[in-house]
């Protein structure tokens, strides 16, 4: 990753909830670069910022301090306009597939809605087409799908869903956030591998979310473990797995066995 460019980078990123004694810092001067084309996972349990980071590099909040920018440029939204532009180039899955999706829209209305955002003109034919081949791409028969619900799908289903838009988007970063926790573990493989593939087909940069660093391990080229709001250690996966520094990190790989026996770590 060190010849690739940084597509996403932020400096002394700060988010604050609240105000006076019951202010809380949920993200503390964090820093990050992350390239084209790199799998980076940002790790911690639940409580350490690590969502709402997310979030603030989806857009969905603003900074209280600190400079993000995108292309090597300030990110700045001066309207919405601004917003859905980045919103080409930068989409998400979460761990509730059914909160990302309106419940009352059928299921061609939710991947006709990725046609429109790319602004493209085709023909009923033309985006038939394209949503079944997203369709395909995850294994999903679109004729089966188009006219139900997602209230109708299982989740399975409706994970593979969010990559069939993914699939339709191209964008060239995905934030996923603990996208495979809900979902039995023969469907966590096939998904992890769908987003595999799209990174190897699209050269996309992917960014989980996950309390998992086992997982973050065996998919990432770079961790980003974080606690209390700060990322407290970060760097080549397979670097920090066998030499963590932070007693944090070392905590958080004792709880995971299979990687405790593989590096022989004390």
């Known amino acids: 990753m060190k010849n690739a460019d940084v597509l996403l980078s932020g400096t002394n990123v700060v988010k604050e909830f609240g105000y006076g004694k019951k202010k809380m810092t949920a993200v503390n001067n964090v820093n990050f670069a992350f390239h084209e084309g790199e799998i980076i996972s940002i790790v911690g349990e639940s409580g350490s910022g690590k969502t709402t980071l997310a979030k603030i590099l989806m857009g969905l909040l603003k900074e209280t301090s600190g400079d993000i ?15 859905k532009k980045y919103w080409k180039d930068i989409q998400a899955i979460f761990q509730d597939p059914f909160s990302s999706f309106n419940l009352f829209h059928k299921v061609d209305k939710l991947l006709l809605d990725c046609i429109e955002l790319q602004g493209l003109k085709l023909t009923k034919e033309e985006q038939f ?18 006219n139900k619900y997602p209230f109708e799908l299982s989740g399975g289903q409706m994970q593979r869903l969010m990559i069939a838009r993914i699939f339709m988007l191209h964008p060239k970063i995905l934030i996923a956030d603990e996208p495979t926790s809900m979902i039995d573990a023969c469907s966590r493989s096939t998904i992890l591998d769908m987003l595999l593939k799209l990174r190897n087909e699209n050269n996309m940069t992917i960014i989980f979310i996950t309390h998992d660093v086992g997982l973050a391990y065996y998919i990432s080229d770079t961790l980003c473990i ?18 963590p520094k932070h007693r944090y990190t070392q905590q958080l790989i004792s709880d995971v066995p299979k990687i405790h026996e593989e590096w022989n770590l004390a």
């Not at 920018?69 to 917003?83: A, C, I, N, T």
């Not at 760097?235 to 030499?243: D, H, K, L, Q, R």
């Open 226 to 243: 974080m606690e209390k709001g700060k990322i407290v250690e970060s760097g080549p996966a397979e670097e920090i797995i066998i030499n």
């Open 69 to 83: 920018q995108y292309k090597g440029m300030p990110r700045q939204f001066r309207s919405h306009k601004d917003r």
């Open 129 to 146: 087409i394209k949503m079944k081949e997203a369709c395909a791409f995850v294994n999903l028969k679109f004729e089966e799908l188009f």
